[in-house]
């Protein structure tokens, strides 16, 4: 069985950073893009980064670019969202996805979803 796993939230001040890892588990995680995604209270869910199975290639949202860094080891079966210069807009349940090939925007390609993980930007 498919299974995502994201940890790395949590609370932080603005101008701050965090790392959020999506761990798999039931399969090899080399063999899928990984989105992440993020839905803030009241509004739609939002695709923020994507990279495909080998790494090669990445892309962000205009929202985060320049901010955030997606990454993969598939050694360890983990992607990577490094997240600087976080600003309270970023608040939000970020959700890591998978889905066989390459890269999507659109959260119904992906198939399978991790159960989230809180992050909150405050002073």
């Known amino acids: 069985q498919l299974q995502l796993v994201e940890s790395g939230g949590g609370l932080v001040q603005p101008g701050g950073s965090l790392r959020l890892s999506c761990a798999a588990s039931?399969?090899?995680?080399?063999?899928?893009?990984i989105g992440w995604f993020r839905q803030a209270p009241g509004k739609v869910r939002e695709g923020i980064s994507c990279?495909?199975?080998?790494?090669?290639?990445?892309n962000y949202a205009d929202s985060v670019k320049g901010r955030f860094t997606i990454s993969r080891d598939n050694a360890k079966n983990t992607v990577y969202l490094q997240m600087n210069s976080l600003k309270p807009e970023d608040t939000a349940v970020y959700y890591c996805?998978?889905?066989?090939?390459?890269?999507?925007?659109?959260?119904?390609?992906?198939?399978?979803w991790g159960q989230g993980t809180q992050v909150t930007v405050s002073s």
């Open positions: 996805a998978a889905r066989s090939g390459r890269c999507s925007t659109w959260q119904y390609d992906f198939g399978s």
């Open positions: 990279i495909n199975p080998s790494g090669s290639s990445t």
């Open positions: 039931g399969f090899t995680l080399a063999n899928y893009a």
